[in-house]
């Protein structure tokens, strides 16, 4: 009913910056909290930033005053911008989207589909 589109992963040196965005479409009534999550191999899946409706955002310590996370709510969309890249960013991020289905007037989780940010030294 929910569909998350992911966009701008890729590979940068260090230092460089890259911008996520993540796109919601489907049967949205409305959108809750957005935010980013990453994951490397054998590892869980753990928060990196979260912006409420009331745009309140809230940062994982490691990527405090690199990271920003920001929302369009006119296009359903959450954005990451990600400056001072280091290789310990280097993992699989994935949007996470809380949305009420129009159809059914109920809240629901969603995950976009995941893209790679790889940073080199």
């Known amino acids: 009913q929910v569909q998350l589109v992911e966009s701008g992963g890729g590979l940068v040196q260090a230092g460089g910056s890259l911008r996520l965005s993540c796109a919601a479409s489907?049967?949205?009534?409305?959108?809750?909290?957005m935010g980013w999550y990453r994951q490397t191999p054998g590892k869980p899946r753990l928060l990196v930033a979260l912006?409420?409706?009331?745009?309140?955002?809230n940062y994982a310590d490691s990527v405090k005053g690199r990271f920003t996370i920001s929302r369009d709510n006119a296009k359903n969309t959450v954005y990451l911008q990600m400056n001072g890249l280091k290789p310990e960013d280097t993992a699989v991020y994935y949007c996470?989207?809380?949305?009420?289905?129009?159809?059914?007037?109920?809240?629901?989780?969603?995950w976009g589909q995941g893209t790679q940010v790889i940073v080199s030294s």
């Open positions: 912006i409420t409706n009331e745009r309140n955002t």
């Open positions: 489907g049967s949205i009534f409305s959108i809750n909290a």
């Open positions: 996470n989207v809380r949305v009420v289905v129009l159809t059914t007037m109920r809240d629901y989780v969603y």
